[in-house]
């Protein structure tokens, strides 16, 4: 293990993350609100110094990153920036506990949406937006944007690129990984663009056009109002929110392959299509359910498409309060939050990909009870899925399963209900946000203990790193040289 190479990187890490910081600043000034502004500049003077430290320290190493290197950088690139992420939280006066402040930064970073402000709108327009630019960076990925910008990784791009992206299918990307995490940054400025040119023209303010674009494309879910989207209660912003939360939950290589002309292989694409099918017979399934609720089909349409969304999809915007929902309607909104959106999409969860595998391989395997001398490949589409693959979803389908049952007991220990506990873990281990019960739609997580916020705030940094990311480094052997 070359921890010269791992401070270096660590360090580059935080003085970009400081660069990007400082933008926060621009509000402060334009407000005169010397509060924000006096927090800000510390912030970003303690992120840029600590990051310059950290290169310093290993400045001249200039040595390949291999895989291990790679591991670490990100799992502990992500929890550094968690970390300082949270200090303009604690020098603003937004949180008095850091386990709380932290708690805020990595719902952001990892795109998670849980919040433990009570009071959003009472928070100063720098801190809005800085929670809803943490989302937008951790999004597409901190690590990705690091490869597109430095030049010099060199091969290490390939390793620290497969430790992060999420998924275990890629589609349509280009060979080289500088010019793909380009790519990739390139259409996702595309679209948040077209976001917030279209909540502009829907009658949504410049401040929180721009705060809602950044969250809603990297799935994230923080809004600058206490009732969320709701508070808009206007017809053209939910459907523009449930159109682009659709894309975001889309494989983002895909759209790559969109912009080469390539729409047949877009729209046959098998992920896609059961993305597709699986959200559309969730919404029509969930808008029955809810239909003695609202006053027409439409009306009902309209909640049913958005909440069904920004759950599978884990986002986590809100125009309605789905724990009020008859129970088979959220019971099949639970399954969505396992399911989630698709791979190398910025939505959280198994993935869309994963289950598909898991499925053709169960049915594979009874198949040959019957006919056990019978040899069939798993194949996603025209690709076939090699064993290797299909044994590494198999076995992170039982260690999500294993973190989230092991999640579960642990928040239920600390005191909370079933419901509450339960549905806290799968939220923030798949990314969500909101769950049910004390932490539904309307709720928030400031009444969960100082332990279980901690807890909770590991549990998006291993859902967003896809697991096994994160608990290699609990392997002894792996810190050897």
Known sequence: MNYRTIAKLLGLLLIGTAIFMATSIIPAVILEDSRSLISF??????????????????????????????????????????????????????????????????????????????????????????????????????IVLFIAILPQLGVGARHLFKSEVPGPITEGLKPK???????????????????????????????????????????????????????????????????FML???????????????????????????????????????????????????LTALRYASFQTLSVSTTTGFATDNFDLYPSFAKILMVVLMFIGGSAGSTAGGIKVSRIIIVLKAAYNEIYKAFHPHAVFAVKVGRQVIEESVIRSVLVFFGVFI????????????????????????????????????KVGAIENYAFVPWSGKILLSFLMILGRLELFTVLVLFIPDFWKR
């Open 177 to 243: 990984l500088k010019h793909t995490s380009a790519a990739l940054w390139k259409i996702y400025i595309g679209i948040t663009a077209a976001l917030f040119v279209s909540l502009m023209l829907a009658g949504m303010d410049f401040f929180d056009s721009v705060c809602h674009s950044l969250t809603c494309m990297a799935t994230g879910g923080f809004s600058t109002m206490n009732m969320s989207i709701a508070y808009y209660d206007s017809v053209a912003i939910d459907i523009i929110f449930t159109i």
């Open 41 to 142: 500049i510390l912030s970003v003077a303690v992120t840029g110094i600590a990051g310059g430290a950290l290169y310093f320290a290993g400045r001249n190493e200039t040595g390949p990153i291999h895989a291990r290197e790679a591991v670490a950088v990100v799992t502990l690139g992500w929890l550094t920036v968690s970390l300082f992420g949270g200090i303009p939280y604690m020098i603003d006066g937004t949180f008095s506990n850091p386990a709380d402040a932290f708690f805020e930064s990595a719902s952001g970073f990892t795109t998670t949406g849980s919040s433990v402000i009570t009071n959003i709108e009472a928070s100063s327009k720098s801190i809005l937006y800085w929670r809803s630019l943490t989302q937008w960076l951790g999004g597409m990925g901190i």
């Open 402 to 437: 294993i973190s989230f049952v092991v999640g579960t007991l642990a928040m239920a220990a600390m005191g909370l209900d079933m419901a509450t506990a339960a549905t806290s873990v799968v939220a923030t281990l798949a990314n969500i946000g909101p769950g049910l019960a």
């Open 247 to 297: 894309f975001a939950g889309v494989n983002f290589g895909l759209y790559y392959v969109l912009t080469k002309g390539r729409f047949r292989e877009f729209f046959t694409n098998v992920e896609f299509k059961v993305y597709c099918a699986i959200n559309i017979v969730s919404i029509l399934l969930i808008t029955i359910a809810i239909l003695e609720r609202h006053s027409s089909f």
